[in-house]
């Protein structure tokens, strides 16, 4: 009966260190092995910034009966400094907020260019956060897409949305493609 509780839990415990757990923790793990042929990830940091009163309208505010949502479409351009300095043009940013008017969702696609320790940067990425609108406060992450541009990798961001300005903070890492 020992013989066999040993077994159970050395199996248990394979399982547990071989697998990658929740589906998106394969992007959130952090990388220490050996150098592939992208590098090594590399552990970035910063914030950004987001003036909405300079969005473009692609779509205005309405209700949209199916979803029961008030949602809109816009283009934008977001600042971001830190480790990585440059601009994310999006080129769709899709917000909603439920029937309530008390939670939102950002969805957004567009580059992030500019420069990563001395060196162009181009990635193509897409943003969803999580947006509490009693508070204005939000959270999310940017994936950005291996094979698209120079580099992939995640972002996490919190931030704070108080009108006409969106800033936040950003922590992940980034390979170079290959």
Known sequence: MKRLLITGVAICLVVFLASSGFAAEKYLMKNYGPAGPGGRVQHVSGSFVRDLSKDNPLVPMGYIAELKQLCMVVT??????????????????????????????????????????????????????????????????????????????VFILEGQVAYPMSTGTYSGWVRKNK
């Open 76 to 153: 934008a351009n977001v600042a971001v400094s830190g480790d990585v300095n440059g601009e994310n043009p999006i080129l769709s940013d899709v917000f909603c907020m439920n029937d309530t008017n008390t939670l939102g969702r950002d969805e957004a696609v567009g580059w992030l260019k500019g420069r990563f320790k001395g060196e162009t940067i181009y990635m193509l990425g897409r943003m969803t956060i999580e947006i509490d609108l009693s508070s204005g406060t939000y959270t999310g992450y940017w994936i950005f897409q291996e094979g698209a541009g120079t580099h992939y990798g």
